[in-house]
């Protein structure tokens, strides 16, 4: 049975990593609503790799940036950069899931496709 956790970005960071992890340990997906920075995704392999097993091979991580319009206004695109720098979300997408259950994550700047 594939389990999936969506999950917003404001809660995410309030999140334990380590509660994270007994997550994919347990087989499930987490969706976070919003692309995470280098820096969390880094210290989520960082944490990842202290617990690596036979049972638990690791994670598939990846984001994907939600590009800008190009019909968006110059007001538009002024009220997003202030809205990321407020909020430290960024638009966009990422997938964390458990090696065992994900073989690969493929991205390229406009998709994200997962293989399991």
Avoid at 13 to 34: H, Q, R
Avoid at 37 to 53: G, L
């Amino acid at each position: 049975m594939l389990r999936i956790k969506f999950l917003p970005y404001e809660k995410a960071k309030k999140e334990d990593i380590k509660g994270m992890l007994n997550d994919l340990k347990s087989g499930m997906i987490i969706v976070i609503d919003a692309k995470l920075p280098a820096e969390e995704e880094a210290k989520i392999i960082e944490e990842t790799m202290k617990i690596v097993s036979e049972k638990f091979p690791g994670i598939e991580l990846s984001s994907i940036e939600i590009s800008h319009s190009k019909s968006e206004t110059t007001l538009d695109k002024i009220k997003e950069v202030i809205i990321e720098k407020l909020s430290g979300k960024k638009r966009g997408l990422t997938i964390i899931g458990p090696a065992k259950i994900i073989r690969k994550i493929e991205k390229n700047p406009e998709e994200l496709l997962l293989y399991t």
